[in-house]
């Protein structure tokens, strides 16, 4: 089997293990970002490009001649693919309809933006439909996704991790014990909105240094409530996976305070090297948490089951060995990406999309 994997580049870090995997099992396969296909001609432009085909990607698809198309946006590209006689499979991370609804309400409202929101509900719509297959990343998106479309072949297919990649060591990064520490960028409202109750867990808990790593737009909105308080510490982005994997190996206890998830890949990572995970009960995010094992789901907004849970862990050493044992068990079990791609080969022969 020939696979052609379009996304956005960065995620090729993910991709490249997921289609080694594969390539393990015998599937020949190749990774480009889908949104460079269009060269340097005037159809590269951002509206003439949507009416034309880019010889890159025919070029492309005449030289390596792929059985199956795996993209994660429904784009151009992907419209474009669906004129064509390949099946194309959408691997849908996150809650498309909703993010464009949230999109209608913060966009400008000029004609211009309003035609080109428009037109890539056209699109989407267009690729969605007409997708030999769509796969949500969790069960939650899955519901959400049979709703849209009933008519569709859809499955969930979670994403993987590599085991090899996330182990204990010490670098640059010091904290100060006992700490929490939180992977969050601020891209999305809807999703940080929820670190807006993290003054009144600081406030409660003087004594427990509280780490944030991430950025984005609306880390502005999100600092001012909590840079006035000496537990908590801002280190901005870090260099993936490296420094990631030196801050996860000194925190005690890994959080995620969100609104809407759909899987994480930070739960993944945190999980897999063994520290307990608190985070907030939406979206996707319990299916990648086994509640009072491997850490603590918190429903929105609860700030004093957060104090409550920290607290508990912070007195209890045993406790944090013990559920960070029983996460890594948890997600070698599940979340490898081995594993992940049998699943998708099974997913592919079941729906008679090869073999």
Known sequence: MRLLIAVDKTRFFYMNQFANALKLKGVNYQIIDDLDIYGNSKFGKKYLRWITTPKKIQNIIDEFKPDLILTERVSHFSSLITKMDIPLIIFLRGNYWHEIELGKQTLDKSKIKQFELSAKEKIAHKCFSKSAMILPICKHLEKITKEKYPENKIQVFYQGINEEDWFLEKGDIKLKHPSIGF??????????????????????????????????????????????????????????????????????????????????????????????????????????????????????????????????????????????????????????????ANEFLEIIKKNNLYF
């Open 183 to 340: 992977i969050q960028n601020a891209n999305v409202w809807d999703k940080c909105k929820e670190l807006l109750i993290l003054p009144k867990i600081l406030d409660a808990l003087p004594k427990v240094n509280f780490y944030l790593v991430g950025d984005g737009p609306f880390m502005k909105k999100i600092l001012p409530s909590l840079e006035k308080y000496e537990n908590f510490h801002w280190l901005g982005s870090l260099e993936y996976p490296e420094k990631v994997r030196e801050f996860l190996t000194e925190i005690d206890v890994y959080g995620l305070l969100s609104g809407m998830d759909m899987s994480p890949h930070t739960i993944l990572e945190a999980s897999i090297m063994k520290k307990p995970v608190l985070a907030t009960n939406v979206g996707g995010i319990p299916e990648s948490i086994q509640n009072e094992k491997t850490g603590y789901l918190i429903e929105e907004g609860n700030y004093d089951e957060w104090i409550k849970r920290i607290n508990e862990l912070i007195q209890d050493k045993e406790k944090i060995n013990q559920m960070g044992s029983n996460g890594h068990d948890f997600i070698v079990k599940n979340f490898l990406w081995e594993q992940i």
